[in-house]
């Protein structure tokens, strides 16, 4: 048994445990929102996504609460809410930990976890770009629209939840893939002898 590396020293896997621990709050008290029973809601935790969607204009998470229209145009959302909160919240502990602990045996899952994810944020960023900017015709037809510092805004926060899963699934592939060789290899030297 190989004796595990100090995450400090493993700069990628440091930067894929830090995400996955920012996630966890994030998922909890704005994504998963949408799922939860509001009279069992707290408060103070229902007005976190009312301000994050006052100042950010978001049509994704201001659509599925219906702060900006009728939620029933978003249940495709809805069903990525669903997929991060049985999946995608399980795998910010069990990834964390595992990261945390230098443990291969989480590879596969995190690049299972990775690839989805960039398959479910991608539509999120196509609406994101194509929310029209705020005009005196959005607000006079009542569109829902974003400004242009309120697109950087949310575009700064949807990206880096699109570009670390991505980087993340190659390395996990690689990663797996040396692993794999590996064990081919070992497999082949027993057989030969």
């Known amino acids: ?54 100042m950010s204009n978001d049509p994704l998470i201001g659509g599925v609460l219906d702060l900006l229209g009728d939620s029933k145009h978003f249940i495709w959302f809805k069903t990525f809410l669903v997929v991060e909160a049985l999946f995608q919240l399980p795998v910010f502990v069990l990834g964390a930990r595992g990261l945390w602990r230098d443990s291969r045996s989480i590879y596969v899952l995190l690049l299972i976890y990775a690839a989805s ?9 196509s609406v994101l770009m194509s929310t029209p900017i705020t005009t005196a015709q959005t607000i006079a037809d009542n ?39 590996i064990g081919i290899d070992a497999a082949d030297d027993k057989k030969s002898s």
């Open 1 to 54: 048994m190989r004796a595990a590396t100090p995450i400090t020293s493993r700069p990628l896997d440091l930067v894929y445990f830090t995400f996955f621990l920012v996630h966890i709050p994030a998922t909890l008290l704005i994504d998963l929102q949408a799922l939860y029973c509001a009279s069992f809601t707290p408060d103070f935790i229902r007005a976190l996504p009312r301000f994050y969607v006052q």
């Open 117 to 125: 994810t960039v398959t479910t944020i991608l539509p999120c960023l």
């Open 143 to 181: 569109v829902v629209s974003v400004t242009a510092f309120q697109r950087l805004i949310l575009l700064s926060s949807y990206i880096p939840f699109f570009i670390i899963p991505v980087i993340m699934t190659v390395d996990m592939a690689f990663r797996i893939l040396k692993l794999t060789t």
